[in-house]
């Protein structure tokens, strides 16, 4: 089973970009959906961002539509994450999840999860 690992989380101001990884350990991510969740301090983990590895597909929440990109290099097994324009709203703990077939915005069907990184946008 994949094991995602995030890195790329920090402090930024508002306006500025960030870009998290995902990396896929124990096996790749071939035949997965990747997806890209947030979960902010007292709510619920909400979907970002989702790409199938064939990179055919990819799924964006209405609040990142137009500012946030997901993509992949599949070489390096790894996902990306680019986060511009971004506002104090975006501040939340990032998780990448993956899972076999297509993308799902909703958490129940994501078996592998990252340990998360932090993302601060100060106003």
């Known amino acids: 089973q994949v094991q995602p690992v995030e890195s790329g989380g920090g402090l930024v101001q508002a306006g500025g970009s960030l870009r998290l990884s995902c990396a896929a350990s124990?096996?790749?991510?071939?035949?997965?959906?990747v997806t890209w969740f947030r979960q902010a301090p007292g709510k619920e983990r909400d979907f970002v961002a989702g790409?199938?590895?064939?990179?055919?597909?990819?799924l964006y929440a209405d609040s990142v539509q137009g500012r946030f990109t997901v993509s992949s290099d599949n070489a390096k097994n790894t996902v990306f994450l680019q986060m511009n324009s971004l506002k104090p709203e975006d501040t939340a703990v990032y998780y990448c999840?993956?899972?076999?077939?297509?993308?799902?915005?909703?958490?129940?069907?994501?078996?592998?999860w990252g340990q998360g990184t932090q993302v601060t946008v100060s106003s």
């Open positions: 999840a993956a899972r076999r077939g297509g993308i799902w915005r909703g958490t129940q069907l994501y078996d592998s």
């Open positions: 124990g096996r790749t991510f071939s035949d997965y959906a």
């Open positions: 790409l199938s590895w064939s990179g055919i597909r990819t």
